[in-house]
């Protein structure tokens, strides 16, 4: 998987945000025709036409399939932008990269139709990392497309217990009385509550949850064997060891103390103020200061 010609790395970076906003758009143009549509399947089982409903319903399944495979292209698109410093910097593919760009150059010619600029990123691919390398991705001959997004862009009918689940809630949803096929309910696993949308998700899971994984390294939660993800087993905390309680330290008692005790009054004694002097003390003048000042300056002066 060396490095091929005519690769232009600043062309694959903007057709990988073209794809994005474009399946962004497809994404929810689709999801609101798919709201539409389930009302008139819930207004063909009022009247009584279960199998014109069925008919429908195996439209909306398909549809809700090719928003789920967009998602996912989607997301592959993301992490290639997130991780473009690898494809410019190395020759050769990333490991972490592998996935996601196997399975948006098989992806391209099967959406090309609606997204266009996938084909301009399936061919940069190419370019990079050889035609040779790009057949073998169109084929899936490498291993590495991912599983989950070629189940839903599958020709395949969806199951029949499918449809008659998406029966189930639209009428549900609508309030419309409907009687789901007894036998195609009889043949539906017990114990699992298949998703109306995401059907083969449990399979996906028991196989290594390859949706995403190899790109955006993402695992799956591990399914029990009602389909159902077991919670966690919470192990009781030890109640806490009681702190024993604060206790205050003795009273000493009084202290012994050699003074008086308190309150008894006792006179100083031999205390004196001092003796007044003969003669009153002389002060100099402030004249005397100044003029003192003045003699000591002419003296510093002359010498």
């Known amino acids: 998987m060396m490095l091929g010609s005519g690769f232009k ?6 057709n990988l945000r073209l794809v994005i906003n474009r399946l962004k758009l497809l994404e929810k143009k689709k999801t609101e025709l798919a709201q539409k549509a389930r009302k008139e ?4 089982l009022a009247a009584g036409k279960d199998e014109r409903a069925r008919i429908r319903v195996e439209h909306i399944i398909r549809e809700d399939y090719l928003v789920e495979a967009m998602e996912i292209l ?18 050769e593919l990333d490991s972490g990269l592998a ?77 419309v009385p409907y009687e789901p096929d007894s036998v195609v309910m009889a ?21 290594g949850g390859h949706g995403g994984g190899g790109g955006g390294g993402f695992t799956a939660p591990m399914m029990g064997h009602d389909g159902l993800v077991p919670m966690p087993v919470m192990m009781p905390m030890p109640m806490p060891t009681p702190n024993p309680p604060f206790s205050y330290p003795p009273p000493k008692g009084p202290e012994n103390f050699s003074g008086l005790p308190v309150g008894t009054y006792q006179p100083f004694t031999n205390i004196h103020p001092p003796p007044i002097p003969a003669n009153p003390p002389t002060y100099e003048s402030f004249q005397n200061i100044v003029s003192e000042a003045a003699l000591i300056e002419r003296e510093g002066e002359e010498s």
């Open 74 to 91: 989607e997301l592959y698109c993301d992490l290639l932008l997130a991780r473009f410093g690898l494809i410019q910097s190395m020759k």
């Open 41 to 44: 399947i819930a207004d063909y």
């Open 9 to 14: 790395a600043e062309r694959l970076r903007v």
């Open 99 to 175: 996935e996601a760009v196997s399975t948006l150059i098989w992806a391209a010619p099967r959406l090309q139709s609606e997204v266009a600029e996938l084909k301009i990123v399936a061919d940069q691919l190419c370019a990079k990392y050889s035609k040779e390398y790009g057949k073998l991705c169109r084929t899936n001959q490498i291993g590495t497309v991912n599983d989950r997004l070629m189940h839903k862009l599958s020709v395949e009918a969806p199951p029949k217990i499918l449809v008659e689940r998406y029966l189930i809630e639209i009428a549900k949803n609508y309030n």
């Open 187 to 207: 043949e539906a696993p017990a114990g699992g509550e298949a998703d109306l949308i995401d059907v083969g998700f449990t399979d996906d899971v028991k196989k």
